[in-house]
């Protein structure tokens, strides 16, 4: 049949398009049957389609109406060619339609629907079988219980010996000791740290270790006051320092804890809205003083002495926590407690004697903090995760089991650190959770004495996962999609808005058929509108998947109910005005329902559009899934990302509408169904048929793929975006870098802007005698000289490169010399070269201490070629590399280097290049010494190489091609270096110099120098360590160029790099290292400057009194978090005795490992 809606132009275009295919089928049967390649029979049936199909057509060709010779054509190719099996009455594609349904389109839609009805179900099921509350643990079995090893503890000692110990630790090795009121303080503190220790159960080693780590952060912050004063170039007042700094510490170290304790404080479920109470006094031991009045109030005074004592109670809880350091709401809770209780003796807060003295023979017993409080809430910890600690029978390594069904993945209804943080953070679920044996809340009890109720808490019924957790981690895209869903939908909303703009119009609009696109741009553009309720639904049943059973409870509220209600009308609003607007426009242009006319809905349709639209991407949550406010960033910052992104968007939207074109033509190009063009009358009658479906899965796959690409290439556009603004960024800020030789304008910028408190040495001459811009610093030259000298050591240049880039500098007896306010009178130490020009290790800064400084007198020496002029008086020989003075562009053209004799190494060139660039742009004004902070740096170690040996080298033969080849192959010019260099020592040329160049050949002894230089080359800790404890001696060399002579802190007996810098190693594997491993890092404790520390895990079996300090069961061992330094002694298996042995509530290696080995160091 021919639809009774074409008009005559259709009609037209429908006869001609079926009579092409008609007279075209009949020529292809023609040439194939005078090719003879079909049979009589099929021959003779093909003949009489053929005759039938031309005899329609010859009667459309000769009727006047258009409809009948429609009606002859359609007919002439269905039924004549085609047998009635496929019918072509359609003007636009696919065309035709077939009329009856193949096996394999069933097959396709069985298969389809299949995948939509297991993607439902797996989704449904995630969301409502949850699996059951109570899991049935695996019992461990027997466990060996190993006999008592008091033995392996030191003696405990009483109250007034810790004290005396800690005050010492002050009075003797902290710098902080030569500050005004430090005696007074320190007797405070450590009175403060005694008592806390003895009342509550603390370790010992923890207090000694916290009291360290206290010391530290103080003498940091009051570098960080002092400064203030310096930046100021106002003079640094220390009478109250150290009171001042306190204020700071405290500050920066519970900021935390204080917004913490106002929401705790104001919440009524836990305090009632009371304010928080005073420390308790007891705290404060009848030895130790009270913070000295220095000129400040009595009042001011107490809250120092308030501020001490709860920074001291964090830090102890924080050193004894463990794991649970990763949830900080915990240990505020804890510490609130803590600092709140009426109690300080352990029969009162445990119910037990404190820990007595371990000697030999005597059962080792846990510190009542660990057992009673931080135990029981790691073994819920472990339990969420974990079956059992098992060992390896190869090497008797802890080998943790995951319990029964979580060795794929965690299930998305596991507690972990996240959830139960938040327990803690929110006041009003916290004091409902908290429950005792005995079945009562924790919070029942008067808030002094909690602390001494937390034994008795049922941590197991506490945090259990169904309680506690809020947000499910799915293994599924709903998971993504529900935290990133603002961005699907803003790149929904460009894509479709750029489909409607390329699409226009449908070229017959005026035919009175009603597209299903809309026949106007403004119908067209509304359909964006769907946008709206499409996502509020995905939105919302993403939020369900991820959302627990228990937070969804929690959100049935009034409020929370109402809320929901209005975002769901809002959401849906824009699905009825749309269906407005599609029935006003099926009715026609003047049609209206009661007083609402086209115009009237197409506003309000846009209105509750965009107001959807701007809830969906301007309010991404709900107030209930926000535990603290969003962070607060300043408006002009925000303005600028804003700006960003929409010009990065804008761009992206341009360029994409120029594909989307290419796409749309593409499919007019293929003859594909144009669904938004497609009349919804010829949709209704034609969607079943199996042309128009496979056109329709074509067309959604090719716009599909230009959806994914126009996601994709997002990340392209930010790139792009971000490098014009580098660009931009680094022209403004080095905006004459290609017009200058920054080589050239090292000496004035290093001089002007890191040796800013140092002495002048003058303005120098360049040749002609034209002046330098700026004052050199007369300690430059000397650093130079050390940076060159450092370069030597590392073998990145040669001798001679090394005296051509060097000023030669030498250091000479000679008397005091005076200088300017603030400079030192003369070189020395870390900063003075070598006057030897062969270097065998890089000197340490104790060599030459400031001291020796007041005796020895800069002399320059010049150079025998012409060279440059420092100052008046004293020539000196300028380094090649300062004499240039070409520009970037100007180098390029010539080709040319610095000097004749420059290093050809890439690594020291890219050095220099970089301290020139870094020097071309605005720096801080350097901190000046002694008020430097302190900075630790932590390198994680588990099974990586510490030093090179000649077995990893070199196997003994070379069929293979060795290790050691493939180094010296890669770094030639500093092997030759190297070789040079060593050719010098007596320790090389024992037994004559190696002229054959077989490895064989060289001796032990140059094997290990071999072996560190090969270590310094390839992936090992020895390389990480030197490069990191460089730092120490750049701290050294400060202090001798400019420290502040009238600082307290600044005498020699006081001043100490180690007290700013510290070089941590964890070390996870130390207590089961080979004899090697052992060597290795007694190596380095031996190389590397008093900065460098080693922390590691030790375990110990259990013993009897495991199951009575709440050991886990499940566990076999013991575990203790150790450090070791330099000064720790050696015992005879070749391992350090630790320093501070601190116990730990389990096994700590519950993560993924690195950030749990970093935790416990």
Same mark, same amino acid.
């Given at each position: 049949?021919?639809?009774?809606?074409?008009?005559?132009?259709?009609?037209?275009?429908?006869?001609?398009?079926?009579?092409?295919?008609?007279?075209?089928?009949?020529?292809?049967?023609?040439?194939?049957?005078?090719?003879?390649?079909?049979?009589?029979?099929?021959?003779?049936?093909?003949?009489?389609?053929?005759?039938?199909?031309?005899?329609?057509?010859?009667?459309?060709?000769?009727?006047?109406?258009?409809?009948?010779?429609?009606?002859?054509?359609?007919?002439?190719?269905?039924?004549?060619?085609?047998?009635?099996?496929?019918?072509?009455?359609?003007?636009?594609?696919?065309?035709?339609?077939?009329?009856?349904?193949?096996?394999?389109?069933?097959?396709?839609?069985?298969?389809?629907?299949?995948?939509?009805?297991?993607?439902?179900?797996?989704?449904?099921?995630?969301?409502?079988?949850?699996?059951?509350?109570?899991?049935?643990?695996?019992?461990?079995?027997e466990v060996k219980v190993t006999p008592p090893f008091g033995e392996q503890m030191s003696a405990e000692e009483d109250l007034g010996?810790?004290?005396?110990?800690?005050?010492?630790?002050?009075?003797?090795?902290?710098?902080?000791?030569?500050?005004?009121?430090?005696?007074?303080?320190?007797?405070?503190?450590?009175?403060?740290?005694?008592?806390?220790?003895?009342?509550?159960?603390?370790?010992?080693?923890?207090?000694?270790?916290?009291?360290?780590?206290?010391?530290?952060?103080?003498?940091?912050?009051?570098?960080?006051?002092?400064?203030?004063?310096?930046?100021?170039?106002?003079?640094?007042?220390?009478?109250?320092?150290?009171? #001042?700094? &306190?204020?700071? $510490?405290?500050?920066? /170290? +519970?900021?935390?804890?204080? =917004?913490?304790?106002?929401?705790? %404080?104001?919440?009524?479920?836990?305090?009632?809205?009371?304010?928080?109470?005073?420390?308790?006094?007891?705290?404060?031991?009848?030895?130790?003083?009270?913070?000295?009045?220095?000129?400040?109030?009595?009042?001011?005074?107490?809250?120092?002495?308030?501020?001490?004592?709860?920074?001291?109670?964090?830090?102890?809880?924080?050193?004894?926590?463990?794991?649970?350091?990763?949830?900080? #709401?915990? &240990?505020?809770? $804890?510490?609130?407690? /803590? +600092?709140?209780?009426?109690? =300080?003796?352990?029969?009162?807060? %445990?119910?037990?004697?404190?820990?007595?003295?371990?000697?030999?023979?005597?059962?080792?017993?846990?510190?009542?903090?660990?057992?009673?409080?931080?135990?029981?809430?790691?073994?819920?910890?472990?339990?969420?995760?974990?079956?059992?600690?098992?060992?390896?029978?190869?090497?008797?390594?802890?080998?943790?089991?995951?319990?029964?069904?979580?060795?794929?993945?965690?299930?998305?209804?596991?507690?972990?650190?996240?959830?139960?943080?938040? /327990?803690?953070?929110?006041?009003?679920?916290?004091?409902?959770?908290?429950?005792?044996?005995?079945?009562?809340?924790?919070?029942?009890?008067?808030?002094?004495?909690?602390?001494?109720?937390?034994?008795?808490?049922?941590?197991?019924?506490?945090?259990?996962?169904?309680?506690?957790?809020?947000?499910?981690?799915?293994?599924?895209?709903?998971?993504?999609?529900?935290?990133?869903?603002?961005?699907?939908?803003?790149?929904?909303?460009?894509?479709?808005?750029?489909?409607?703009?390329?699409?226009?119009?449908?070229?017959?609009?005026?035919?009175?058929?009603?597209?299903?696109?809309?026949?106007?741009?403004?119908?067209?553009?509304?359909?964006?509108?769907?946008?709206?309720?499409?996502?509020?639904?995905?939105?919302?049943?993403?939020?369900?998947?991820?959302?627990?059973?228990?937070?969804?409870?929690w959100n049935r509220t009034l409020c929370s109910s109402l809320q929901s209600i209005s975002y769901s009308i809002l959401w849906v609003?824009?699905?009825?005005?749309?269906?407005?607007?599609?029935?006003?426009?099926?009715?026609?242009?003047?049609?209206?329902?009661?007083?609402?006319?086209?115009?009237?809905?197409?506003?309000?349709?846009?209105?509750?559009?965009?107001?959807?639209?701007?809830?969906?991407?301007?309010?991404?949550?709900?107030?209930?899934?926000?535990?603290?406010?969003?962070?607060?960033?300043?408006?002009?910052?925000?303005?600028?990302?804003?700006?960003?992104?929409?010009?990065?968007?804008?761009?992206?939207?341009?360029?994409?509408?120029?594909?989307?074109?290419?796409?749309?033509?593409?499919?007019?190009?293929?003859?594909?169904?144009?669904?938004?063009?497609?009349?919804?009358?010829?949709?209704?009658?034609?969607?079943?048929?199996?042309?128009?479906?496979?056109?329709?899965?074509?067309?959604?796959?090719?716009?599909?793929?230009?959806?994914?690409?126009?996601?994709?290439?997002?990340?392209?556009?930010?790139?792009?975006?971000?490098?014009?603004?580098?660009?931009?960024?680094?022209?403004?800020?080095?905006?004459?870098?290609?017009?200058?030789?920054?080589?050239?304008?090292?000496?004035?910028?290093?001089?002007?802007?890191?040796?800013?408190?140092?002495?002048?040495?003058?303005?120098?001459?360049?040749?002609?005698?034209?002046?330098?811009?700026?004052?050199?610093?007369?300690?430059?030259?000397?650093?130079?000289?050390?940076?060159?000298?450092?370069?030597?050591?590392?073998?990145?240049?040669?001798?001679?490169?090394?005296?051509?880039?060097?000023?030669?500098?030498?250091?000479?007896?000679?008397?005091?010399?005076?200088?300017?306010?603030?400079?030192?009178?003369?070189?020395?130490?870390?900063?003075?070269?070598?006057?030897?020009?062969?270097?065998?290790?890089?000197?340490?800064?104790?060599?030459?201490?400031?001291?020796?400084?007041?005796?020895?007198?800069?002399?320059?020496?010049?150079?025998?070629?012409?060279?440059?002029?420092?100052?008046?008086?004293?020539?000196?020989?300028?380094?090649?590399?300062?004499?240039?003075?070409?520009?970037?562009?100007?180098?390029?053209?010539?080709?040319?280097?610095?000097?004749?004799?420059?290093?050809?190494?890439?690594?020291?060139?890219?050095?220099?290049?970089?301290?020139?660039?870094?020097?071309?742009?605005?720096?801080?004004?350097?901190?000046?010494?002694?008020?430097?902070?302190?900075?630790?740096?932590?390198?994680?170690?588990?099974?990586?190489?510490?030093?090179?040996?000649?077995?990893?080298?070199?196997?003994?033969?070379?069929?293979?091609?060795?290790?050691?080849?493939?180094?010296?192959?890669?770094?030639?010019?500093?092997?030759?270096?190297?070789?040079?260099?060593?050719?010098?020592?007596?320790?090389?040329?024992?037994?004559?110099?190696?002229?054959?160049?077989?490895?064989?050949?060289?001796?032990?002894?140059?094997?290990?120098?071999?072996?560190?230089?090969?270590?310094?080359?390839?992936?090992?800790?020895?390389?990480?360590?030197?490069?990191?404890?460089?730092?120490?001696?750049?701290?050294?060399?400060?202090?001798?160029?400019?420290?502040?002579?009238?600082?307290?802190?600044?005498?020699?007996?006081?001043?100490?790099p180690s007290d700013c810098f510290t070089c941590l190693v964890s070390m996870q594997l130390y207590r089961t290292f080979t004899p090697?491993?052992?060597?290795?890092?007694?190596?380095?404790?031996?190389?590397?400057?008093?900065?460098?520390?080693?922390?590691?895990?030790?375990?110990?079996?259990?013993?009897?009194?495991?199951?009575?300090?709440?050991?886990?069961?499940?566990?076999?061992?013991?575990?203790?978090?150790?450090?070791?330094?330099?000064?720790?002694?050696?015992?005879?298996?070749?391992?350090?005795?630790?320093?501070?042995?601190?116990?730990?509530?389990?096994?700590?290696?519950?993560?993924?490992?690195?950030?749990?080995?970093?935790?416990?160091?």
């Amino acid at each position: 049949t021919v639809p009774t809606s074409y008009n005559e132009a259709e009609l037209v275009k429908l006869k001609d398009l079926n009579c092409w295919k008609v007279f075209h089928a009949v020529a292809d049967f023609n040439t194939t049957m005078a090719q003879g390649n079909i049979g009589t029979t099929l021959a003779k049936a093909w003949a009489e389609k053929a005759e039938l199909a031309t005899f329609l057509c010859g009667q459309a060709d000769a009727t006047s109406d258009s409809y009948t010779a429609a009606f002859f054509a359609v007919n002439a190719w269905g039924k004549g060619i085609m047998d009635g099996d496929e019918c072509c009455n359609m003007v636009r594609a696919p065309y035709c339609l077939a009329m009856q349904q193949s096996l394999s389109t069933v097959a396709v839609g069985i298969l389809i629907g299949a995948v939509i009805l297991m993607f439902v179900g797996a989704t449904l099921a995630s969301c409502i079988m949850r699996p059951a509350k109570v899991q049935q643990r695996k019992p461990l079995g027997e466990v060996k219980v190993t006999p008592p090893f008091g033995e392996q503890m030191s003696a405990e000692e009483d109250l007034g010996t810790i004290q005396d110990e800690l005050q010492r630790t002050w009075l003797q090795s902290s710098c902080l000791r030569a500050l005004p009121g430090a005696q007074d303080l320190a007797c405070s503190t450590a009175g403060i740290f005694a008592c806390l220790q003895a009342g509550f159960g603390f370790q010992k080693d923890n207090a000694r270790n916290q009291y360290e780590h206290l010391l530290s952060l103080w003498r940091s912050h009051c570098a960080t006051v002092a400064d203030r004063a310096v930046q100021e170039k106002a003079p640094v007042e220390e009478t109250g320092l150290l009171v #001042e700094a &306190l204020g700071d $510490l405290h500050a920066e /170290l +519970l900021e935390g804890f204080t =917004v913490w304790r106002s929401k705790f %404080y104001r919440c009524k479920a836990t305090m009632g809205g009371r304010e928080p109470p005073a420390p308790a006094t007891e705290f404060r031991s009848a030895r130790a003083t009270d913070v000295p009045d220095l000129e400040v109030s009595r009042g001011a005074a107490e809250e120092s002495r308030r501020l001490l004592t709860e920074v001291a109670v964090y830090l102890l809880v924080w050193g004894e926590a463990g794991n649970a350091r990763f949830m900080p #709401e915990v &240990l505020y809770f $804890l510490t609130e407690l /803590l +600092l709140a209780s009426d109690s =300080v003796s352990p029969e009162e807060l %445990y119910g037990a004697d404190a820990v007595g003295p371990v000697g030999p023979g005597t059962p080792y017993h846990s510190n009542l903090f660990l057992s009673k409080v931080i135990r029981p809430i790691y073994n819920v910890i472990f339990d969420e995760w974990y079956d059992r600690i098992d060992l390896d029978p190869k090497d008797g390594r802890d080998v943790k089991k995951l319990r029964e069904g979580f060795d794929t993945y965690l299930p998305p209804d596991v507690a972990n650190y996240d959830d139960w943080n938040e /327990l803690f953070c929110d006041p009003e679920r916290l004091a409902q959770g908290i429950i005792l044996h005995d079945g009562t809340c924790l919070f029942e009890q008067q808030h002094p004495q909690r602390f001494a109720a937390l034994h008795r808490v049922d941590w197991v019924v506490s945090l259990d996962r169904y309680e506690t957790k809020t947000h499910r981690e799915v293994h599924s895209l709903w998971g993504v999609f529900a935290t990133t869903h603002r961005i699907w939908l803003l790149h929904a909303l460009l894509f479709l808005t750029g489909i409607c703009y390329i699409s226009g119009d449908s070229p017959d609009t005026s035919s009175g058929k009603i597209f299903l696109q809309g026949n106007t741009p403004a119908v067209r553009f509304a359909s964006i509108g769907l946008l709206v309720p499409l996502h509020g639904l995905l939105w919302s049943f993403a939020r369900w998947e991820t959302t627990s059973h228990t937070a969804l409870r929690w959100n049935r509220t009034l409020c929370s109910s109402l809320q929901s209600i209005s975002y769901s009308i809002l959401w849906v609003l824009p699905v009825f005005t749309y269906a407005a607007v599609r029935y006003l426009e099926f009715k026609g242009e003047h049609a209206s329902a009661g007083f609402v006319n086209m115009s009237i809905a197409l506003v309000l349709h846009y209105d509750v559009s965009v107001l959807g639209l701007l809830t969906h991407l301007l309010i991404p949550g709900r107030p209930s899934d926000r535990l603290w406010g969003l962070s607060n960033v300043p408006v002009r910052q925000r303005i600028c990302r804003y700006i960003f992104w929409i010009v990065v968007l804008g761009f992206k939207f341009y360029m994409s509408l120029v594909i989307f074109s290419a796409v749309a033509e593409e499919t007019t190009t293929l003859d594909l169904v144009h669904l938004g063009r497609e009349p919804i009358s010829e949709i209704s009658r034609v969607w079943y048929s199996n042309n128009w479906g496979t056109d329709i899965l074509e067309w959604l796959s090719l716009w599909g793929m230009s959806f994914f690409l126009f996601v994709a290439d997002t990340g392209l556009w930010y790139q792009a975006g971000c490098t014009c603004l580098g660009v931009v960024f680094i022209v403004t800020r080095r905006h004459h870098f290609a017009l200058e030789h920054t080589a050239s304008k090292i000496p004035e910028r290093f001089s002007k802007k890191v040796f800013t408190f140092s002495a002048s040495a003058g303005g120098g001459r360049q040749r002609g005698g034209s002046k330098r811009g700026a004052p050199l610093s007369a300690y430059f030259p000397m650093m130079w000289d050390r940076i060159m000298e450092q370069m030597r050591s590392e073998d990145k240049c040669d001798n001679e490169v090394w005296h051509e880039q060097s000023f030669n500098v030498r250091v000479v007896a000679a008397g005091p010399r005076s200088g300017a306010d603030g400079a030192i009178n003369s070189s020395g130490g870390a900063l003075a070269a070598e006057d030897s020009g062969v270097l065998s290790e890089p000197r340490t800064p104790s060599e030459l201490s400031r001291s020796d400084m007041s005796s020895v007198q800069l002399t320059l020496q010049p150079s025998e070629s012409s060279g440059t002029e420092l100052g008046s008086d004293d020539g000196v020989k300028v380094p090649g590399m300062f004499n240039r003075g070409d520009s970037i562009i100007d180098l390029a053209v010539m080709s040319g280097t610095y000097t004749s004799r420059a290093s050809n190494n890439a690594e020291m060139r890219w050095r220099l290049n970089s301290i020139a660039r870094s020097l071309s742009m605005p720096m801080p004004m350097p901190f000046r010494a002694p008020y430097i902070p302190g900075i630790t740096v932590l390198i994680p170690h588990l099974k990586e190489d510490i030093l090179m040996m000649k077995e990893d080298l070199y196997s003994g033969s070379e069929d293979t091609v060795p290790l050691i080849d493939w180094v010296k192959a890669r770094y030639p010019d500093e092997f030759k270096a190297f070789t040079a260099r060593m050719q010098a020592t007596p320790q090389w040329n024992v037994d004559g110099s190696n002229k054959s160049g077989r490895w064989s050949d060289y001796t032990d002894g140059q094997w290990q120098a071999i072996s560190v230089w090969a270590s310094m080359r390839l992936q090992t800790l020895w390389r990480t360590v030197a490069g990191m404890s460089l730092y120490h001696s750049v701290l050294q060399c400060h202090y001798e160029a400019q420290t502040d002579e009238r600082s307290a802190l600044a005498r020699a007996d006081v001043w100490d790099p180690s007290d700013c810098f510290t070089c941590l190693v964890s070390m996870q594997l130390y207590r089961t290292f080979t004899p090697t491993q052992l060597e290795h890092t007694n190596r380095m404790f031996a190389k590397f400057p008093s900065s460098f520390k080693v922390a590691y895990i030790d375990f110990a079996e259990k013993n009897l009194t495991a199951d009575a300090d709440a050991v886990h069961q499940h566990q076999r061992r013991r575990y203790f978090s150790c450090l070791i330094d330099r000064s720790c002694s050696l015992l005879p298996d070749g391992r350090r005795a630790p320093k501070f042995r601190i116990e730990l509530p389990g096994f700590p290696i519950l993560g993924d490992g690195k950030s749990d080995n970093q935790n416990h160091a």
